[in-house]
């Protein structure tokens, strides 16, 4: 009975690691935006994430605009110039260091 415990537990414990992989992360985003938009928007990421709160890039990207919220900040980015997957994790960069966040990126 306590070998079926451990490996049940073991499981589990292995399937939330594999889980968490599978979302958006702001260090991802972090990197994307140095590497693909800090050219492009000719700033640095501090001042994208501040340029809304929390509550506002949330929305902003449940509406679907979070693409055409980055083109109106930085007018030289081609909307389809990132991938689907790596707006979520530029989403989540934004909204981890956003102006009410206290957070400071450091890129």
Known sequence: M???ATLIFAAMLGLSFVSTAAFADASKGQKIYSKKLKKVCGFNGAKFAAKHTQDEW???????????????LCPKYKKGYLKPSQLKHVYDFAYEYASDSGNVPSC
């Open 2 to 4: 306590r070998k079926i």
């Open 58 to 72: 949330e929305e902003i990207y449940e509406e679907g605009k979070f693409e055409d919220e980055i083109q109106k």
